[in-house]
């Protein structure tokens, strides 16, 4: 299932530090199209390749590249990982997820 939105939005704290630094926020560009698309079969990617994470296997595999469907970080980054950790295949620690919940027959944005 394919969604768009120019609203869509990432945060990252690339250099890991989440108690005591603010999160860099990267928005949607590109238009709306491909803002999360979602593949059971693999996992969620935002962006066709802007953040893409991989459940498949019971991994917790991480791919990221910024500039095609959201914006670099302000120091110019394409990556919403540290420098010092590769740009595929990162493992991630953990993962939180935020969803709405809806009535049944409310508009899903």
């Not at 603010?22 to 560009?29: A, D, F, L, S, Y």
Request: glycine share 14%.
């Amino acid at each position: 299932e394919y969604r768009g939105s120019v609203a869509a939005f990432l945060f990252t704290w690339p250099d890991g530090d989440v108690q005591n630094k603010k999160p860099i926020k990267v928005r949607k560009t590109g238009g709306s199209s491909m803002a999360c698309v979602d593949m059971p079969e693999v996992g969620p990617t935002f962006g066709m390749d802007g953040l893409s994470i991989s459940l498949a296997g019971g991994g917790q595999g991480a791919r990221c590249k910024l500039g095609p469907y959201f914006e670099r970080r302000p120091d110019g980054s394409n990556s919403l990982f540290s420098d010092n950790e590769r740009i595929t295949g990162t493992q991630l620690e953990y993962m939180h997820v935020y969803v709405g919940v809806y009535e049944e027959g409310e508009y899903v944005p």
